[in-house]
């Protein structure tokens, strides 16, 4: 059983973790805690810009999306959730490896080009504004000049369709159930970290498609 601790500027909840060491875990919602005074929720969506094709043949480690936690920031980023789709719009040439498209982590640089994304709240009564200093994406690819890419966190495959016909392709990554508590945990993003869609092998010839993604954070 987990003891909330409530005070005039926050709320902490202090409970034990498998081992039976004490530990530390959000506030909560709505009572006062330090996501409401520090950060808050968010979410954010964008499909390419304008939803246009992504061209065939696209080059391995191409980046399509990118966030950013502020350099600067006083608060990490907390990821809850990943939703990628994607559905082929133009048919590929058959006995071609297919694409794949992965969420890699990056640092040290924030991206250009392509189409600009405003965080918005999900709960629009707590939270100052995002820690998130940009958000953008873009069917051909993004400029990452100075970037550091790390470790990929989760990868889908953009299959290779030779007949014709809607192959959608639906991925989602959140974090393993809270109720596992030694496993829970989401992505975290410190100051200047970010999380980018990069293209992990060059993508079918003749195959053009088309995709959209949904992020949901928390900040504090």
């Keep these: ?9 926050n709320s ?18 709505g009572a006062n805690g330090p996501i409401e005074n520090l950060g808050g929720y968010f979410m954010a969506s964008g499909q390419g810009g304008a939803g246009a094709n992504v061209a065939a043949s696209l080059a391995a480690n191409t980046t399509l999306m990118g966030m950013r936690n502020a350099p600067g920031s006083a608060v990490n980023i907390y990821v809850d ?17 297919p694409g794949v498209l992965g969420v890699q982590r990056f640092k040290g640089a924030t991206f250009s080009g392509g189409t600009l994304i405003i965080p918005a709240k999900r709960n629009p009564y707590f939270g100052t504004g995002s820690s998130i200093v940009d958000i953008r994406d873009n069917t051909s690819a993004l400029t990452t000049t100075g970037a550091t890419f790390g470790d990929v966190i989760a990868s889908t495959v953009i299959a290779l369709n030779t007949v014709g016909g809607n192959q959608p392709t639906v991925f989602e990554w959140s974090p393993p159930d809270p ?8 992505v975290v993003l410190f100051a200047g970290d970010g999380l980018a869609l990069t293209t992990q092998v060059a993508c079918p010839a003749t195959q053009t498609w088309v995709f959209d993604w949904t992020i949901f954070w928390h900040e504090f």
Excluded: C, E, Y
Excluded at 1 to 9: E, F
Excluded at 12 to 29: E, P, R
Excluded at 81 to 97: C, D, M
Excluded at 179 to 186: C, D, G, V
């Design 1 to 9: 059983m987990a003891l909330q601790v409530l005070g005039s500027a």
């Design 12 to 29: 902490t909840i202090m409970d034990v973790d498998a081992s039976k060491n004490t530990q530390v875990v959000l506030g909560v919602a």
């Design 179 to 186: 109720s596992w508590a030694a496993s829970f945990h989401p």
């Design 81 to 97: 959730k990943i939703r990628i789709n994607i559905s082929v719009a133009t048919v590929g040439t058959s006995a071609l490896v």
